[in-house]
């Protein structure tokens, strides 16, 4: 049963924007903190931005603060990652992440590749 699924990646230039969409199954999203990850050739998953159930707080990884911005929708049980000022070292491909407390299980999305030309 796919729980999450991702939309909006693409090719762009450096410099410019996109915006990720993750849609979640209602139970997921309201029980969830929701979060985006991605994953580089040869490099480790990280955590690009994580937003909380509760209290909406977002925390960034430094390589994006500043550039990107996460945001979710209660009523679309959607959670977004806006992009901006992208740059060819933010090319990856993106995952959506819900992590449900208290266990902390994680559900994932099956990934959009972005990538973003010099």
């Known amino acids: 049963q796919v729980q999450l699924v991702e939309s909006g990646g693409g090719l762009v230039q450096a410099g410019g924007s996109l915006r990720l969409s993750c849609a979640a199954s209602?139970?997921?999203?309201?029980?969830?903190?929701m979060g985006w990850y991605r994953q580089a050739p040869g490099k480790q998953r990280e955590l690009v931005a994580r937003?909380?159930?509760?209290?909406?707080?977002?925390n960034y990884a430094d390589s994006v603060k500043g550039r990107f911005t996460i945001s979710r929708d209660s009523t679309k049980n959607t959670v977004y990652l806006q992009m901006n000022s992208l740059k060819p070292e933010d090319t990856a491909v993106y995952y959506c992440?819900?992590?449900?407390?208290?266990?902390?299980?994680?559900?994932w999305g099956q990934g959009t590749q972005v990538t973003v030309s010099s």
């Open positions: 937003i909380l159930r509760t209290s909406g707080i977002a």
């Open positions: 992440n819900a992590q449900t407390p208290p266990t902390m299980t994680d559900y």
């Open positions: 209602r139970t997921i999203f309201s029980l969830s903190n």
